[in-house]
T-cell receptor, first 113, second 111 residues
Framework: DAGVIQSPRHEVTEMGQEVTLRCKPISGHDYLFWYRQTMMRGLELLIYFNNNVPIDDSGMPEDRFSAKMPNASFSTLKIQPSEPRDSAVYFCASKGTNYNEQFFGPGTRLTVL | SQQGEEDPQALSIQEGENATMNCSYK?????LQWYRQNSGRGLVHLIL?????REKHSGRLRVTLDTSKKSSSLLITASRAADTASYFC???????????FGKGTMLLVSP
């Protein structure tokens, strides 16, 4: 099993540009979580999906952020337009219904100049 | 919001020593989990303790839970340089499906 896959691993962009982060969860997992990690705020849950349906997006900081899960094996987190304060490491994690453990991807380090 | 709060924020020890990290939380929980994060990597699940358990062991890891004090501790015995990482506690709150993570303890184990 390849684990949770995220791409790109690193992204450097300029303020105002659109950024799309991608995630492939572990096959068979029906929960998918997007987190953001910064030194100041730690690890924050942005949004999570269950069976491809967004359940709670209360952690999404503002309308510039959007997330989709068109099928069980793919999810995107989009920031449009990006701002320097969006610079962080973004993690995707997945888990199965009857399990408590979350499996994290390697993260995408986003730098907005 | 960050429910789990780890203590200390940073810990530096020598190989072979034991490392103890503490976590406090605020609301009722279903379970509490500990994760490790190596530099530049994602988090990895270490151990889970349920609200009706008081102690759990896994290899060199020992976790305790005191629900009356809303606190947990993670003990790593006979530490190794490879244990150098950040350690996070995460709570699964009663009635919810999501974890709330603390800000972590950075552990440095020197050879």
């Amino acid at each position: 099993d390849a684990g949770v896959i995220q791409s790109p691993r690193h992204e450097v962009t300029e303020m105002g540009q659109e950024v799309t982060l991608r995630c492939k969860p572990i096959s068979g997992h029906d929960y998918l979580f997007w987190y953001r990690q910064t030194m100041m705020r730690g690890l924050e849950l942005l949004i999570y999906f269950n069976n491809n349906v967004p359940i709670d997006d209360s952690g999404m900081p503002e309308d510039r952020f959007s997330a989709k899960m068109p099928n069980a094996s793919f999810s995107t987190l989009k920031i449009q337009p990006s701002e320097p304060r969006d610079s962080a490491v973004y993690f995707c994690a997945s888990k199965g219904t009857n399990y408590n453990e979350q499996f994290f991807g390697p993260g995408t380090r986003l730098t907005v100049l | 919001s960050q429910q789990g709060e780890e203590d200390p924020q940073a810990l530096s020890i020598q190989e072979g020593e034991n490392a103890t990290m503490n976590c406090s939380y605020k609301t009722s929980i279903n379970n509490l989990q500990w994760y490790r994060q190596n530099s530049g990597r994602g988090l990895v699940h270490l151990i889970l303790i349920r609200s009706n358990e008081r102690e759990k062991h896994s290899g060199r890891l020992r976790v305790t839970l005191d629900t009356s004090k809303k606190s947990s501790s993670l003990l790593i015995t006979a530490s190794r340089a490879a244990d150098t990482a950040s350690y996070f506690c995460a709570t699964l709150n009663s009635g919810y499906s999501t974890l709330t993570f603390g800000k972590g303890t950075m552990l440095l184990v020197s050879p």
